[in-house]
């Protein structure tokens, strides 16, 4: 989102950041290392939502990187947001959104049970979100993201919470 002054990587900092070296991040991160800072996603939604509204593009894609609860949580706000109320309120605009979940492993919640991790999934694609498990980031770009195999996933907004973990007490 950098053309309209909106941050193009919101990032939930943690013990650690910044978790995967991966390219772009540093630079076009904006990162959310707490309660606080996470208020600048609902100003990056609102303007993606008005932007669309206006007709400044035909698509906005919200990609989600991090398969574990906090991406999933993440994910999941955003479909519910879309198909919620924002679908109530301006449904041709809801219609233009689309969320992703990326994840490097093979299964969402990784730390949780084999049954959980296809239960969250189902959820999830019944919500309207992509997932996509085996698919490593490999470089985060103003409006896309690159796969560790070459591929491009849209993504106007990018919220990274891969390797997100408590600062140790």
Not at 17 to 24: A, C, I
Not at 28 to 49: H, N, Q, T, Y
Not at 59 to 66: D, K, L, M, S, T
Not at 118 to 142: I, P
Request: aromatic content about 6%.
């Amino acid at each position: 989102f950098p053309r309209y002054s909106s941050p193009s990587l919101l990032a939930f900092r943690s013990h650690g950041w910044p978790q995967s070296g991966t390219r772009g991040t540093r630079r076009r991160g904006s990162g959310p290392s707490g309660a606080p800072d996470a208020k600048l996603i609902a100003p990056s939604f609102c303007l993606m939502v008005g932007l669309c509204a206006d007709g400044a593009s035909s698509e906005y894609h919200i990609a989600v990187v991090g398969g574990g609860p906090t991406g999933v949580e993440m994910a999941g706000a955003f479909a519910e947001l879309i198909h919620g109320p924002l679908r109530s309120d301006h449904a041709a605009t809801a219609q233009r959104f689309r969320v992703s979940l990326i994840e490097a492993g093979p299964e969402l919640v990784p730390t949780f049970s084999s049954s959980l991790s296809r239960r969250t999934r189902r959820d999830l694609e019944r919500m309207g979100v992509q997932v996509l498990t085996n698919t490593a980031v490999r470089e985060v770009h103003a409006d896309s993201i690159t796969t560790a195999d070459g591929g491009r996933i849209p993504a106007d907004l990018t919220v990274w919470a891969a390797g997100v973990k408590g600062v140790p007490a």
